[in-house]
Structures are given as C-alpha cells and as structure tokens.
C-alpha cells in the first residue's frame, strides 16, 4: 500500500503562487508514476502534470504548460507542483496520485493510488 498526502494549498491572488507538496509513505518507490489532477466544482477530473516513474521526463496540460512545474525529490519520498502565474479558472480540489509504472501516465484510470486532495483557490 502507498499512501499519498498533499499539502501547500489555499487561497491566493491572481498572478500569484503556490508549490503543493505530495508526500508518500509506505510501499514507496522511486520508480513510481507520479501525477497531478484536478477537479472544479461542477467539472470533471482533469489531467494538469505528470512524471515518469525514476523521474526525468514531464508532461503537462496544455491550460498549464509555461505556468507550472511537475518534480520529485526522491530522498524525501515527495512530488512538488509549482504553480505560477495562477489564473482564477485554476481553483480546484487538487490531487496526486501515483502508479506503479515507469511511463508516463496522465489518464486517471491508470494510477493505483490517490491523496486526498488539497484545496486551491484563486482570486480575482
């Protein structure tokens, strides 16, 4: 079992930012597939970043791309997302997940394990 908890929500101006952390315990791998996801009130989920598993290459959404940064610092078991340049239609309940896989995964259906989520909301 992976357990998956994110922090380093909460509310900010627009043009500001944000870093979340996601950190993993128990069965906890390097080689892990790491993601980030998102879902607003009244929307789906949706794809925002992704990393493969052993780190290395990233992909990101297109509404995203330029503004934020997916990485893992694998010493601490952790996966950061840098968020700049936030944008109003960036609130969302954001959530990480992981995937034993060495690919790279941004379909949600794919990953194993899911956090909990963690609350991002920008102003106007």
């Known amino acids: 079992q992976v357990q998956l908890v994110e922090s380093g929500g909460g509310l900010v101006q627009a043009g500001g930012s944000l870093r979340l952390s996601c950190a993993t315990s128990g069965r906890t791998s390097n080689t892990y597939a790491m993601g980030w996801f998102r879902q607003a009130p009244g929307k789906e989920r949706e794809f925002v970043a992704a990393i493969k598993g052993g780190g290395g290459g990233t992909f990101y959404a297109e509404s995203v791309k330029g503004r934020f940064t997916i990485s893992r610092d694998n010493a601490k078991n952790t996966v950061y997302l840098q968020m700049n340049s936030l944008k109003p239609e960036d609130t969302a309940v954001y959530y990480c997940?992981?995937?034993?896989?060495?690919?790279?995964?941004?379909?949600?259906?794919?990953?194993?394990?899911w956090g909990q989520g963690t609350q991002v909301t920008v102003s106007s």
């Open positions: 997940a992981a995937a034993f896989s060495f690919g790279m995964i941004v379909r949600g259906r794919d990953y194993d394990y």
